[in-house]
């Protein structure tokens, strides 16, 4: 027997309504937002994620999907959102619409991970980017989509963490001064630590390694050695956001995974869990359009991991509508009366009422056992009395009641 593969998840019709929730909540603030949606392939160019994502990191180094296709091209299943839309943005010259473009998207995302809870090879995300404006508002803009998100969605004790990572100006010599920290502790950081130390020293700030972690209270902090420019940019950026009365607290080992982040990086993060539990997260990427050989163009976003918010959604027991089903069975009794049974759930659905045709039982008992057995409300039900007469029956099968109605009065009251 096949199983899906380790790290992925089969989505069956009992779980749809989660996922047809938080679409429906996010498309709805996407959209009053300004946003449209974009769809890029599930896979790339390699290279547009090594240089994106940047080479030292754990998702380029340890955890893409990267296999050489027929024609030996290196293709590579899209391990996060951001860089498709980026390359989507200059391949279609979008620089020439109006600044900035505000696009979302929902997509498979595939990482080489171990899987957890929450955690998947293949997960899905929701996601927003605003492309092509620098200013702190719009950073102010995006966190609050981020957060009005989680709030529509029923979320509650979370919190808004935010951080300046500064930029290729201010960052570099901070990073310096973070290694020379750092160093100074090598023999109590954690074995993967002490190859960020010289990779991607930034990393070390968010190791859930207790040492690790407690090395990094004291750890000089990014906001300190910002340039002015960056120091403006955040000054603005926490101006903007407690005026729009939004609860974010500063987080100074806040950096995020990827490389291509400058200035403004977010997360929310449930109150009671550890930064494992990330729940939304994004920052600005001033510089990633120059990675990707388009002209500068600053842009920022946020991803959401479906499987995670519906890990959270359950956790915080947030009553999601069930989907919409048939209230209808139709049922038939005698053989005789299959034909027009069929016939009436067809004119029922093209009265735009949900029926399902009664399978297997041809006992009437058996029939409503099935409209029991799935929840349906009313049995309509046709034997040779009521094809002869035109009528049907309809059953209520909550309060056991029952009547005959002509079949056109019937249809009617269905009011398609
Ligand atoms: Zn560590
Ligand atoms: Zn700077």
């Given at each position: 027997m096949y199983r899906a593969p380790r790290g992925t998840a089969d989505r069956l019709p009992d779980r749809q309504k989660y996922w047809r929730y938080i679409e429906s909540k996010a498309v709805a603030l996407a959209q009053q937002y300004g946003f449209g949606r974009v769809d890029t392939p599930?896979?790339?160019?390699s290279g547009l994620f090594v240089r994106s994502v940047g080479e030292g990191t754990d998702i380029v180094e340890k955890e893409m999907y990267t296999f050489q296709d027929r024609g030996s091209d290196s293709i590579t299943?899209?391990?996060?959102?951001?860089a498709p839309v980026c390359r989507a943005y200059l391949e279609h010259g979008m620089h020439n619409l109006p600044q900035p473009v505000r696009l979302y998207y929902f997509c498979p995302v595939f990482r080489y991970e171990r899987p957890q809870a929450g955690r998947f090879r293949q997960h899905h995300q929701f996601g927003a980017e605003v492309i092509g404006d620098a200013d702190p508002s719009v950073d102010a803009e995006v966190i609050e989509l981020a957060w009005r998100l989680m709030l529509s969605l029923g979320l509650r004790d979370i919190q808004l963490l935010i951080n300046s990572i500064g930029d290729q100006q201010c960052r570099p010599g901070y990073v310096e001064r973070l290694k020379a920290y750092y160093t100074g502790y090598h023999d109590q950081l954690c074995a993967d630590c002490r190859q960020r130390l010289t990779?991607?020293?930034?990393?070390l700030l968010d190791c859930k390694v207790e040492a690790c972690h407690a090395l990094g209270q004291a750890a000089p902090r990014s906001v300190d050695h910002l340039c002015a420019e960056c120091q403006a940019h955040w000054e603005q950026l926490q101006g903007y956001l407690k005026h729009m009365e939004l609860p974010f607290q500063v987080d100074h080992r806040l950096v995020r995974g990827l490389d291509y982040y400058t200035r403004t990086v977010f997360e929310v993060q449930p109150l009671d869990a550890g930064g494992q539990s990330t729940i939304c997260g994004g920052g600005r990427y001033d510089a990633l359009m120059e990675q990707l050989d388009g002209r500068p163009t600053p842009g920022i976003g946020f991803a959401t991991g479906m499987e995670r918010l519906i890990l959270n959604l359950e956790r915080s027991g947030v009553a999601v509508p069930e989907e919409p089903s048939p209230r209808y069975l139709v049922a038939s009794v005698g053989d005789g009366a299959r034909p027009a049974a069929l016939e009436l759930a067809s004119r029922m659905r093209r009265a735009s009422a949900g029926a399902i045709l009664s399978s297997g039982a041809r006992t009437l008992r058996g029939q409503m056992r099935q409209a029991n057995a799935l929840n349906i409300p009313f049995v309509a039900i046709i034997g040779d009395d009521e094809v002869r007469d035109g009528t049907v029956a309809i059953r209520d099968m909550t309060a056991s009641t029952q009547q005959t109605l002509p079949l056109a009065e019937f249809l009617a009251s269905l009011g398609g």
């Open positions: 599930v896979f790339e160019d299943l899209r391990p996060e959102g951001t990779r991607n020293p930034l990393r």
